[in-house]
């Protein structure tokens, strides 16, 4: 069945970098665009970024723009979200989702936090 496994957060100062990886498994992962998206406590889930099937196309939230960046490798069915200028507003979990059979499948997610 399909599968995303996110990895790589943590616990970062300001200003530092992290980034996340999402292993990709059960399904052709190159034939499928990608998002990243993240939810802070008390706050509603929002979409980060987004790639498409074979990386040509990314879209960054504005919030994050000249600070994050999208990337796939399609040999390795993962994708990657790499920070970097970390902000104690980046601080929440964050989770890879693809769109596909008509639902939208979803990671376990992975803790951000940004803290001095």
């Known amino acids: 069945q399909v599968q995303l496994v996110e990895s790589g957060g943590g616990l970062v100062q300001p200003g530092g970098s992290l980034r996340l990886s999402c292993a990709a498994s059960g399904f052709t992962f190159s034939n499928y665009a990608m998002s990243w998206y993240r939810q802070a406590p008390g706050k509603e889930r929002e979409l980060v970024a987004s790639?498409?099937?074979?990386?040509?196309?990314?879209n960054i939230a504005s919030s994050v723009k000249g600070r994050f960046t999208i990337s796939r490798d399609n040999a390795k069915n993962t994708a990657y979200l790499q920070m970097n200028s970390l902000k104690f507003e980046d601080t929440a979990d964050y989770y890879c989702?693809?769109?596909?059979?008509?639902?939208?499948?979803w990671g376990q997610g992975t803790q951000v936090t940004v803290s001095s």
């Open positions: 989702t693809v769109f596909i059979g008509r639902q939208r499948v």
């Open positions: 790639i498409g099937s074979r990386g040509a196309t990314t």
